[in-house]
């Protein structure tokens, strides 16, 4: 199983702004756009040392926007939105995003981000959902941004400490779990499964809600 997607083809920078454009018409102008993507592009590059590709910046871009939008109600929020946030966004935040998307299918939009994004995903991540049946070969760490935080309802915090802004009105919740970075998979298998289980309890909240 998929765990999140987002359909997109690989396009020239110029194109991905009309397409861009076309998705918010109405709600953002061409200007702001293009200040997003240039913007998107460099948070990417400069978190993975290098070029990136033009598609995760669209699709970085996408996210901002639409939070952006939600945030100043000019886009309707139909569900909770859940927040993970870590250190690298590549290992728990990924776990508990694709744990809790496969639980609750379409009844809560979630993000995640990382306040030191890494390169990419952790392999043993990777391979530790997979045996679950979550595919997260699609994902890659993402910046933390205020449209991210201010859009959400619910916020997961996982280690990143005084680097996850504080915003008034917002539910925060700690999640007190090892950083599977340097560890083993049957160590990341643990964690994964500390995660279900307080993905599982999360839900029931949110439900309850």
Known sequence: MQARTESSGARPPGADVEALAEEFQGVFGTETIERFLAESQQRLADARGGPVLPLLARRLTWERLRALGQ????????VPEVLFVCV??????QMAAALLASA??????????????AEHVN??????????????????????SNEFVDAADVIVTMGCGDACPI????????WDLPDPEQAD???VRLIRDEIATLVADLLVEIRTA
Not at 131 to 144: H, I, N
Not at 167 to 174: F, H
């Open 185 to 187: 998979l049957e160590t």
């Open 104 to 117: 609750a299918g379409d009844s809560v939009h979630i993000r995640t981000a990382g306040s030191e994004p």
């Open 167 to 174: 915003y008034s009105g917002k539910r925060y919740l700690d």
């Open 123 to 144: 392999p043993a991540v990777l391979e530790a959902m997979g045996e679950v049946g979550l595919d997260l070969g699609t994902e890659f760490p993402k910046p933390l």
């Open 71 to 78: 945030s100043e109600a000019k886009i309707a929020k139909d």
């Open 88 to 93: 690298h966004n590549a290992g728990r935040s």
